[in-house]
């Protein structure tokens, strides 16, 4: 069996061994305290066994998660739709505001990194730009555009644009010089030699920076939903919490980090594909 193999099975091993052992120790953690007392037919009315709040145990999460990972695409209504519709209206506005930042990204990170004119006169705009937070530029967002589903694409774009644009730079002013220069012998056209030469030796930062871009955007997103409410992923979060449904809510926690991390090996997947070793 080769190493790499065989080092994947035992972490694959250990993975379901700790899962298992925290899921007990949280199943362990949260049960309610034995009364040493027992309550009046009064108490047990007025439901005194259940007036500390708790943190569920894992066997409500995962009993919820089968009831509604069965029958995911419901629609009942405004306030109850399934979580994969919910789901696929945060994807979309994701990927809606992550390909728009695609498109201007990528072509002004290779003019930014393939002329130092341009780098000097943007780089003070985008240093100016990038620490501000996706969320403040939501208040504007619903005051131009006037439309939440708009305002939340855009609140995507803003936070997906930056980590694209400076890997791109990054990537293309790094390029090999020798490499270049072999262009310039051949006499290759700037168009030639940004696809041929330049675009497959950036082509890793590049995707590293989608990645990164991708990885913000669903951060962001369930924030931003919880703004605008209606639906999304971030709306049944709060909408969940404002049911006092903590099952619910830890369930929904974690369909997010599952596609966040789907999302995230997509990515890293295609890397592979872009690597190269001199």
Not at 232 to 245: A, F, K, M, R, S
Request: one cysteine or more; proline letters at 6%; charged letters at 15%.
């Amino acid at each position: 069996m080769p190493l790499n193999m065989s080092l994947r099975m035992k972490s694959m091993l250990l993975t379901v061994v700790f899962s298992i052992v925290l899921l007990g120790l949280w199943e362990l953690v949260v049960q309610p305290p034995e009364s040493t007392e027992p309550l009046t037919e009064y108490e047990m009315l007025l439901g005194a066994s259940d007036q500390e709040a708790r943190v569920p145990p894992p066997s409500k999460v995962i009993t919820l998660a089968f009831k509604e990972l069965s029958d995911p695409f419901y629609d009942a209504g405004p306030n109850d739709k399934g979580i994969g519709i919910q789901l696929g209206y945060s994807l979309y506005r994701v990927l809606t505001g992550f390909f728009m930042a695609f498109l201007i990204a990528i072509p002004a990170g290779f003019l930014i990194g393939m002329s130092p004119l341009m780098y000097q006169t943007l780089n003070p705009f985008i240093q100016l730009l990038r620490p501000i937070s996706p969320l403040a530029w939501m208040p504007l967002a619903l005051f131009v555009i006037r439309d939440s589903e708009a305002s939340a694409i855009f609140v995507i774009f803003i936070c997906s644009i930056w980590p694209m644009l400076v890997n791109t730079a990054f990537g293309v002013a790094g390029v090999r010089e020798d490499w270049l220069k072999v262009a310039s012998t051949h006499e290759l056209s700037h168009l030639r030699t940004a696809f041929t030469v330049i675009l497959p030796a950036a082509a890793p930062t590049i995707l590293t920076g989608m990645r990164i871009s991708i990885g913000i955007a669903w951060l962001v997103i369930v924030a931003a939903e919880m703004l605008v409410g209606g639906t999304g992923i971030g709306y049944y979060v709060w909408n969940e919490w404002n049911n006092l449904d903590l099952t619910a809510v830890i369930f929904s926690i974690l369909m997010i980090g599952l596609v966040g991390m789907i999302l995230d090996l997509l990515l890293s997947s295609a890397l592979k594909f872009v690597e190269y070793k001199e």
